[in-house]
C-alpha cells in the first residue's frame, strides 16, 4: 500500500517575524495586550502570498510571561484571536497557533528549543515537519527546526543581529532580513521545483 504524502507547512515565530519584538519597549519585554502588538511592515502580505501558493501556516511561539504572571492565557488567546482576524482581512490564513507558556527551568518539552510544538503540529495537522521550513528571529527558533530536521529560516527583523547568529553552534540554512524576503525565497524556490 502506497504510503499517503503529508502536505509541506511553513512554520513561523510570532515575536520579532509577524510582529515587532517587545523587547525592552513594552512592559515586561511581552506582548501582554493588543495595544503592544504591531505588525511588522509586508508581514501581512507575506503571510498572504504563502496562503495564495496553498502553505499551511503554523505560529509556534514561546509565551513565558504568562507563568511569570505577566499576562493570562486569556488575553494570550484574544491577542492571538485579534491577529488572526487582521491576517484573514488582509487575505491570509494561519493554520494554527501553537505557544507555550512555561519558563525555561519549567524543563517543558514544547518550549523552544524543544521540538514538543512542532511534534504536536506534525499530529493534529497532518504536516510533514521534516522539510518544512521554520522561520524565526532567534536561536531557540533555529535549533528547534533544526532538531526537527527542516529548512531554517533566520530573520534580522526581531532581536537577533547576523553578528551574533555567527557565534552560534547551530547555523540557519538562510537568512533575510525580514518575513517577506524570506517568503520570496520560499516561493521562488517552491517554483523551482515544479
Not at 502588538?37 to 511561539?61: C, H, M, N, Q, W
Not at 488575553?75 to 507558556?101: D, F, H, P, Q, S
Request: contains cysteine.
Amino acid at each position: 500500500m502506497k504510503a499517503r504524502k503529508m502536505r509541506k507547512a511553513v512554520f513561523i515565530d510570532r515575536d520579532g517575524v509577524i510582529n515587532r519584538d517587545p523587547g525592552g519597549w513594552t512592559e515586561h519585554s511581552y506582548v501582554t495586550k493588543w495595544d503592544d502588538f504591531y505588525f511588522l511592515p509586508e508581514a501581512k502580505d507575506a503571510i498572504k502570498r504563502l496562503t495564495d501558493k496553498g502553505y499551511d501556516i503554523v505560529v509556534v511561539s514561546n509565551q513565558a510571561g504568562v507563568s511569570k504572571g505577566y499576562y493570562t492565557v486569556r488575553a494570550l488567546n484574544n491577542i492571538n484571536a485579534k491577529m488572526l482576524k487582521e491576517i484573514k482581512k488582509a487575505g491570509g490564513r494561519i493554520t494554527k497557533v501553537y505557544y507555550c507558556i512555561h519558563k525555561d527551568e519549567d524543563g517543558c518539552g514544547c518550549r523552544k528549543p524543544n521540538t514538543g510544538m512542532l511534534d504536536q503540529a506534525e499530529r493534529e495537522l497532518d504536516v510533514d515537519v521534516a522539510g518544512s521550513y521554520f522561520i524565526g528571529d532567534g536561536k531557540v527558533d533555529v535549533e528547534a527546526g533544526s532538531k526537527a530536521g527542516m529548512k531554517t529560516v533566520l530573520v534580522l527583523s526581531g532581536k537577533t543581529t547576523l553578528e551574533a547568529a555567527a557565534g552560534w553552534d547551530i547555523k540557519p540554512d538562510h537568512i533575510f532580513a525580514d518575513l517577506s524576503e524570506a517568503v520570496d525565497f520560499i516561493v521562488a524556490a517552491k517554483k523551482k521545483r515544479e
